[in-house]
């Protein structure tokens, strides 16, 4: 299926609710209107949110890798650097977390794999050792990260953010959240197919938390439809985020029916890609609404519909 037309310029508005059925990593082709995909996150940081180091040492990251694909991941997220705000780490140490975890996972998983860095330099290394997905935070703000992804073939994750990963935005202000997010994707879509990126490969993600306050955060998740509707796969990033547990004051450690619920409005809502910690959980979600939206007089229902 084409991607949406090459408009610069198109107002989000008048792009919404283009069909999207496919998406294609590493050359395979999935079907994402019948069933979403789980992708299953991997820190190699020793200050990661969630797991606060615990897959840092590599053997600890391959054999947390291994039981993701036993439980179920379609594709593996690896990633060296946490989103939020820490110790400065430079392009040689982010090199040396990644580029050695993502060689040894595709030797290993006949599973996709994505490297979450907004460096340029780290996703051309990460492309030559195996993997097919360069998941973007910053909004492309390296001016030669699509250019890197479409000479290697791979896919993209294109993100929403307000400032620059790792800089502390408290008091995020928006006219319009949703609008502003839809329009800011759009953009970037049509600059990753600008560069040579095909359509079906460029994934979008509103950022949640990412300069947002849980209010924002949970209007974007609401409005998933409006996202989804652009015309290119949705990816959700929410397990574990800050936004549910300001919602219903929980810990770190608590908020895996969050997460799982979160997940669950989203497939419904048109999210066709699922970045979670919780593979196996998110794997069963995902298995009974597929079954359950699937039986619409024989037709499937299509990711940008709401129900």
């Not at 620059?164 to 990753?192: E, K, Q, S």
């Not at 996202?227 to 985020?241: E, F, M, Q, T, W």
Request: with cysteine; aromatic share 4%; charged share 20%.
């Amino acid at each position: 299926m084409a991607g949406p037309a090459r408009v610069p310029g198109t107002p989000a508005a008048a792009r919404i609710g283009r069909s999207v059925r496919h998406l294609v990593l590493g050359g395979r082709r999935h079907d994402i209107e019948h069933r979403a995909l789980v992708m299953g996150i991997l820190n190699r940081t020793p200050d990661s949110f969630y797991d606060q180091g615990a897959t840092f040492a590599l053997d600890a990251l391959l054999r947390r890798a291994e039981k993701l694909v036993a439980q179920g991941a379609d594709l593996l997220d690896v990633g060296g650097v946490k989103a939020g705000p820490g110790p400065e780490v430079g392009e040689a140490e982010e090199l040396e977390r990644v580029v050695p975890a993502i060689e040894a996972i595709a030797a290993r998983f006949d599973v996709p794999v994505s490297v979450d860095t907004w460096r340029a330099s780290v996703a051309k290394a990460s492309f030559e050792a195996g993997a097919v997905v360069g998941n973007d935070i910053s909004g492309f703000a390296d001016p030669q990260y699509l250019d890197v992804a479409a000479r290697a073939g791979a896919s993209v994750v294109a993100t929403h953010i307000r400032l620059a990963p790792r800089v502390p935005d408290p008091d995020p202000v928006y006219v319009d959240v949703v609008a502003t997010v839809a329009g800011f994707l759009a953009g970037l879509a049509d600059r990753a197919m600008e560069a040579g990126v095909p359509g079906e490969c460029v994934m979008l993600d509103a950022g949640l938390d990412l300069g947002k306050s849980a209010e924002q955060s949970l209007a974007l998740l609401r409005a998933s439809n409006v996202v989804a509707g652009l015309g290119h796969p949705l990816l959700l990033s929410a397990s574990n985020k800050t936004f549910l547990g300001t919602l219903l004051g929980l810990e770190i450690g608590e908020r895996r029916e969050a997460s799982l619920a979160a997940a669950a409005l989203g497939v419904t809502l048109g999210c066709r890609i699922l970045r979670v910690h919780d593979v196996a959980g998110t794997v069963r979600v995902r298995d009974a609404l597929a079954a359950v939206l699937s039986e619409r007089g024989g037709e499937p229902v299509p990711a940008h519909r709401t129900r």
